[in-house]
């Protein structure tokens, strides 16, 4: 995940991505950075980087946040923006920048990992690809790639119709991330991309690379017609 931040002081700028950084990478999240507490170097340097979030002070000198964030609704950014000040009587005027977010820096222990964590989510939903930590590396898949998804203690194995990943996580986890994005659960250890299903037999499925999976009973009516809805 590509992740810009502006902040004048250099001390707090350190501070808040050590604190952003821990919380991704303890959501499975690899972040890469563009930090900067020079507003003009800091827009200068935005378009090549192409992030997908932004963290922004407001009261900076020369450019404020509003500066930065004004020159960003101009160009149409597309990344996701949260102001993270000391200001928080300019609340109501951030609006007019579109934010993600809004985050007190007297607050940002308690409040800025949840934003953190709903940002990734958003980012991830909107490039339709599901980002993950395999081992020592993060991963980022296309949820079209993905034929499903099976439990194995604490982790969940990814499958591609190639390659097979694993995740520290759990089904229930996994289903809530997935369900939006065309799989459905058919058993307690699996869940299935619809699109990838080829046959469906009255207690089991196969998918395109002909893996055949087993449909559970709790699961197999809810299943059936997810399926069968995605065939026509």
């Known amino acids: 995940?590509?992740?810009?931040m502006c902040d004048?002081?250099?001390?707090i700028l350190d501070e808040l991505q050590k604190f952003c950084t821990a919380c991704y990478e303890r959501a499975g999240i690899s972040p890469t950075w563009l930090v900067s507490s020079d507003p003009n170097c800091f827009i200068d340097e935005l378009e090549a980087f192409e992030p997908e979030l932004i963290?922004?002070?407001?009261?900076?000198?020369?450019?404020?946040?509003?500066?930065?964030?004004?020159?960003?609704l101009q160009r149409?950014?597309?990344?996701?923006?949260?102001?993270?000040?000391?200001?928080?009587?300019?609340?109501?005027?951030?609006?007019?920048?579109?934010?993600?977010?809004?985050?007190?820096?007297s607050r940002y222990h308690e409040d800025l990992e949840r934003v953190l964590l709903?940002?990734?989510?958003?980012v991830s939903t909107r490039i339709d690809a599901f980002t993950f930590r395999s081992g020592s590396v993060s991963v980022r898949l296309p949820f079209?790639?993905?034929?499903?998804?099976?439990?194995?203690?604490?982790y969940v194995k990814i499958y591609t119709a190639a390659d097979?990943?694993?995740?520290?996580?759990?089904?229930?986890?996994?289903?809530?991330?997935?369900?939006?994005?065309?799989?459905?659960?058919?058993?307690?250890g699996f869940l299935v991309n619809c699109s990838a299903v080829h046959l469906l037999h009255t207690d089991s499925i196969t998918l395109e690379n002909g893996t055949e999976l087993p449909i559970g009973r709790a699961w197999a009516e809810n299943a059936k017609q997810q399926i069968m809805r995605s065939f026509r």
């Not at 004048?8 to 001390?11: A, Y």
Request: charged content about 30%; proline content about 3%.
């Open 118 to 122: 709903r940002a990734a989510h958003e």
């Open 144 to 154: 079209s790639d993905i034929t499903h998804l099976e439990a194995d203690g604490n």
């Open 76 to 105: 149409n950014n597309r990344a996701l923006l949260i102001f993270i000040t000391n200001q928080e009587s300019l609340v109501y005027e951030t609006f007019q920048y579109k934010p993600f977010d809004f985050v007190r820096k």
């Open 55 to 72: 963290l922004l002070d407001i009261d900076m000198p020369r450019l404020t946040g509003f500066d930065i964030a004004g020159e960003l």
């Open 1 to 4: 995940m590509r992740i810009a």
């Open 8 to 11: 004048d002081e250099p001390i």
């Open 164 to 188: 097979c990943y694993s995740c520290r996580s759990t089904m229930r986890e996994m289903q809530e991330q997935f369900d939006s994005h065309g799989f459905v659960r058919i058993h307690k």
